[in-house]
């Protein structure tokens, strides 16, 4: 689940809706203008970070904190009630009056069978579903009725070359290639891995009050920690009261540099010491609105401790598309305990 971007759709058929730039830490978001299902359709992987496959995503639209959501798409139909579930749950608790969907799959069936299942779900509880499309292969494919006929027969969109694209990198933005290839941006290399595992022997935790202060360091002057400083800081966040001082005291302003920090500090750790500083990373990706980072993250993390608490919070966070500007007002509760899972 991802929070914080917003599509509106107007009756003329024109869509505009701000890029994730804002969400990412960059400046003020760029406003782009939707007019066809291709822009639709090009929108979603600027949105999610990353071009889905085997996933059906909602967008919400015409209102503002405005969220997605993406699911897998499961290989039986009789499991698609699962996906609608899991879409409808966080959209009526952000009461969300309007959406989008768009499945990413070339099997017609179930694909279907998921689409239409929402559009039926969505509209008994209310939620108007504005657009259903299917994308594959560089493909849109239309599923409600009304459409062309061509439309059912697939109108094929160049994602490299739509102006979204062009306005995303301009902004900075990367949009990866499929899910697993966001995944591999913080998994281990293991060169790197290995001159910090031979820091591990001789370091110590740091004291209480020494990791806030080294990552407020490092934030300010956009560097990384030392081999050194990662063995220390890799020792001391599996302490839980220690830990929260690299993740509580963060802001929406330094969300994106903590993520480049505890990134690089993932790729370097070798995989028994990654677990908390993995937790850490999800949490600012979160607070970052990348919430497929954070996804990664997460899993990261639980590979190794699969009840680590803070990657379980994050975990709820995600799941219930909590919107990172609700930050401030969680922040008081969650990072003045000792154990912000508790």
């Known amino acids: 689940m991802?929070?914080?971007n917003v599509l509106v759709m107007d009756t003329a058929d024109s869509t505009p809706f701000p890029s994730t730039s804002a969400d990412r830490?960059?400046?003020?978001?760029t406003l782009l203008r939707a007019r066809t299902p291709a822009d639709i359709a090009a929108f979603v992987p600027l949105a999610l970070g990353f071009l889905p496959e085997h996933s059906v995503v909602m967008v919400s639209t015409g209102a503002p904190g405005g969220m997605q959501a993406r699911v897998d798409l499961p290989h039986d139909p009789d499991d698609v009630d699962d996906v609608v579930e899991a879409l409808l749950r966080p959209a009526r608790r952000h009461g969300v009056r309007e959406v989008v969907v768009v499945v990413y799959?070339?099997?017609?069936?179930?694909?279907?069978?998921?689409a239409w299942a929402i559009h039926e779900e969505f509209t008994a509880a209310g939620v108007e579903v504005r657009e259903v499309l299917r994308v594959h292969d560089d493909h849109w494919y239309a599923v409600l009725p009304g459409a062309p006929l061509a439309a059912y027969r697939g109108v094929p969109f160049e994602l490299a070359e739509h102006?979204?694209?062009?306005?995303?990198?301009?902004?900075?933005?990367?949009?990866?290639?499929s899910r697993e290839a966001l995944r591999a941006t913080i998994a281990v290399d293991p060169v790197l891995a290995g001159e910090v595992e031979d820091e591990i022997g001789a370091a110590v935790p740091l004291p209480a009050g020494a990791l806030g202060t080294l990552a407020r360091r490092h934030l300010a002057a956009g560097t990384r920690f030392t081999?050194?400083?990662?063995?220390?800081?890799?020792l001391t966040v599996t302490a839980g009261s220690l830990r929260d001082e690299a993740w509580a005291c963060l802001g929406r302003t330094d969300a994106r540099g903590a993520?480049?920090?505890?990134?690089?500090?993932v790729r370097r750790l070798p995989s028994p010491h990654v677990a908390a500083p993995a937790a850490v990373l999800a949490f600012a990706a979160w607070l970052a609105g990348d919430g497929?980072?954070?996804?990664?993250?997460?899993?990261r993390c639980q590979a190794v401790e699969p009840d680590h608490s803070l990657a379980g919070l994050v975990a709820q966070l995600l799941e219930s598309a909590t919107?990172?500007?609700?930050?401030e007002v969680l922040r008081p509760r969650l990072g003045g305990t000792a154990d912000p899972a508790a």
């Not at 919107?323 to 930050?327: E, F, V």
Request: hydrophobic share 50%; with cysteine.
């Open 323 to 327: 919107s990172p500007d609700d930050w």
């Open 105 to 114: 799959d070339d099997d017609t069936t179930v694909a279907d069978e998921a």
């Open 259 to 265: 993520v480049e920090l505890w990134s690089d500090a």
């Open 2 to 4: 991802v929070a914080g």
């Open 25 to 29: 830490g960059s400046p003020p978001p």
């Open 227 to 234: 081999c050194a400083e990662l063995a220390a800081v890799a």
């Open 292 to 299: 497929a980072l954070a996804w990664c993250a997460v899993d």
């Open 163 to 177: 102006p979204f694209t062009a306005q995303a990198v301009f902004d900075g933005r990367v949009t990866h290639a």
